[in-house]
């Protein structure tokens, strides 16, 4: 059996005269683990892959309907396929031949990119997350080997990606595409999420909580993925692809090289970062991590407050989802002007953008389609609040802020203020972005400027609904909080994408964002707010009355 060298306690037993941790020492107990992480994720996890599967499913058919010839997919080239956002974004469209090859360059680098960054997330809440609340150390009181909890978000998460290439494949398969192109195709999903997961291992064991590890793991992907942007635009640095495994994943080149050895680059760096951070975690006390946080003082005159505490905790991450979805704005703001240069050449733009938006001038139709989606991504923060909050309560430290005399409502309220105040920040801060790209173009400050932040901040009332349904989950059955991904998922299919599958009416009305006022292609109403928003109050209500009947979970 192979021997481990290990350091830190490991080692420290080692010297006391203890057998040398074989690799199966060290693995033990890591089935049973991955049993109860298939378990808790039995959720979450097939919303993933549904979600990555149903976007490229989604894309496919409006492809289909809108390119199906190859003089429309021709046009799509000599459009949107040699305009430089189009490149930084999707990079270059060089395979028309087919409806499957164009769906690939219209969504598969994007949800490649979602995919390995699922898979980050997956790896460090079953490594960082579990030591950081302090359930891996009952864990590892058990006979549980040292590297089992690592071994176990590796799997889990290298699983979901292999799984999800091989469903991408295969789905492309079923619709008559070439089989090679197709495997190629889905082994870019199992390629990046392969990378992600090795990138997630080690970033789970730099940091020492989840959010630091999450968003290196996160900010080193997308990096990767703008470094790829950079090299399609500018011939000069094509070297760029090289320097991150999102242009390894390009170089793959389905419907055309259909390359491995990309995938190979991605597989050996998975084997070395999992190799690296299992070293790291022999090495090293439980809790601990190579960047150690800077301790906090005695004592403090500002954190007197669930308000305080609150917004301590949950302030970095309503920053990090505004200025992440305003950076995307600004990029749209600079194309709302050649939105009719690009489309206004093709009808079967011209029909996409409205099914998306609705009828009217282009440019608003385009705006009104993105902010759409930024409502999407505004109930999408909501669901991450409410889930921190239900972090809070299993942890244990609910019970304690509750112990010292703090009331139920002033203590959900605390959580509530933030979630509200994310809500409307990623869609103010989204349309201000968006409208400074556009006016930085276009010259018209004011109009520029209104008609973004109005087309934004109408969303705030619909996703206010998707954060008070979520609320209710958590008040009622906090178990079910994780649910609030598939209410995420449903109004962004029936509601934003409704039209483009052709769905009923009555079924598109299901969605709160159907409701909103498409501003600034019509005028603003206030009825239909003043009723998304008695709502979104009414379900608020609701949360509060089960938040104060039922019993608090502690750790």
């Given at each position: 059996?192979?021997a481990l060298a290990p350091a830190g306690p490991e080692a420290a037993a080692l010297r006391a005269g203890a057998p040398p941790l074989s690799l199966r020492r060290a693995l033990a107990g890591t089935g049973a683990l991955v049993r ?392 103010l801060w989204s349309g201000l972005m968006m409208g400074l790209g556009h006016a930085l173009v276009s010259g018209g400050w004011g109009s520029a400027f209104a008609d973004a932040v109005g087309a934004g901040l109408v969303q705030v ?95």
């Amino acid at each position: 059996m192979t021997a481990l060298a290990p350091a830190g306690p490991e080692a420290a037993a080692l010297r006391a005269g203890a057998p040398p941790l074989s690799l199966r020492r060290a693995l033990a107990g890591t089935g049973a683990l991955v049993r109860l992480a298939l378990r808790r994720d039995r959720v979450v996890l097939p919303v993933y892959v549904v979600v990555v599967l149903l976007m490229v499913a989604v894309t496919y058919s409006s492809v289909a309907t809108v390119y199906g010839t190859q003089a429309e997919r021709d046009d799509l080239a000599a459009s949107m396929g040699a305009n430089s956002a189009f490149l930084a974004l999707l990079g270059p469209l060089e395979h028309t031949g087919s409806v499957a090859s164009t769906t690939a360059w219209r969504v598969g680098l994007f949800m490649i990119l979602v995919l390995g960054v699922l898979a980050v997330l997956t790896v460090v809440r079953h490594t960082r997350k579990e030591e950081e609340t302090g359930r891996l150390e009952l864990v590892r009181a058990a006979r549980v080997g040292p590297l089992a909890p690592l071994a176990t978000g590796v799997l889990v998460a290298a699983g979901m990606s292999v799984l999800t290439g091989a469903l991408m494949a295969a789905m492309f398969v079923g619709q008559g595409a070439d089989g090679a192109s197709s495997v190629a195709f889905g082994l870019q999903f199992a390629a990046l999420g392969l990378a992600g997961t090795g990138i997630g291992a080690v970033c789970a064991q730099v940091a020492t909580s989840s959010r630091t590890a999450n968003t290196i793991g996160v900010l080193l992907l997308v990096a990767g993925y703008a470094l790829r942007g950079v090299a399609d635009i500018e011939p000069s640095a094509d070297w760029l692809h090289w320097v991150s495994p999102v242009g390894w994943v390009q170089e793959i080149d389905p419907f055309g090289a259909n390359a491995v050895g990309p995938a190979l680059l991605c597989l050996a760096l998975f084997v070395v970062c999992v190799a690296v951070a299992a070293r790291t975690s022999l090495g090293r006390d439980l809790g601990a991590g190579l960047v150690q946080p800077r301790p906090g003082p005695a004592g403090s005159a500002s954190l007197t407050s669930p308000l305080a505490i609150a917004r301590r905790l949950q302030l970095p991450g309503v920053a990090s989802w505004a200025l992440g979805v305003g950076a995307y704005c600004l990029l749209v703001g600079f194309l709302l002007d050649s939105v009719d240069d690009i489309a206004g050449s093709s009808p079967q733009m011209q029909q996409i953008i409205e099914q998306l938006g609705g009828a009217g001038a282009l440019a608003q139709v385009f705006q009104v389609a993105i902010m759409g989606f930024v409502g999407i991504a505004a109930a999408a923060f909501a669901v991450t609040s409410v889930s921190r909050l239900h972090a809070e309560e299993t942890s244990g430290r609910a019970e304690l802020v509750l112990a010292t005399g703090v009331s139920r409502p002033r203590y959900l309220s605390a959580s509530v203020v933030m979630t509200v105040a994310g809500v409307v920040a990623v869609p103010l801060w989204s349309g201000l972005m968006m409208g400074l790209g556009h006016a930085l173009v276009s010259g018209g400050w004011g109009s520029a400027f209104a008609d973004a932040v109005g087309a934004g901040l109408v969303q705030v009332p619909a996703a206010l609904v998707v954060a008070g349904l979520v609320l209710v989950l958590y008040g009622w059955w906090p178990r079910l909080v994780a649910l609030g991904w598939g209410v995420v998922t449903l109004v962004l299919v029936v509601g934003q994408l409704g039209e483009l599958l052709g769905l009923p009416q009555w079924v598109r009305d299901l969605s709160p964002f159907t409701h909103v006022p498409q501003v600034p292609l019509d005028p603003f109403a206030l009825g239909p707010v003043l009723a998304l928003t008695a709502v979104a109050a009414a379900l608020f209500a609701v949360a509060y009355v089960g938040f104060g009947r039922r019993d608090v979970t502690g750790a």
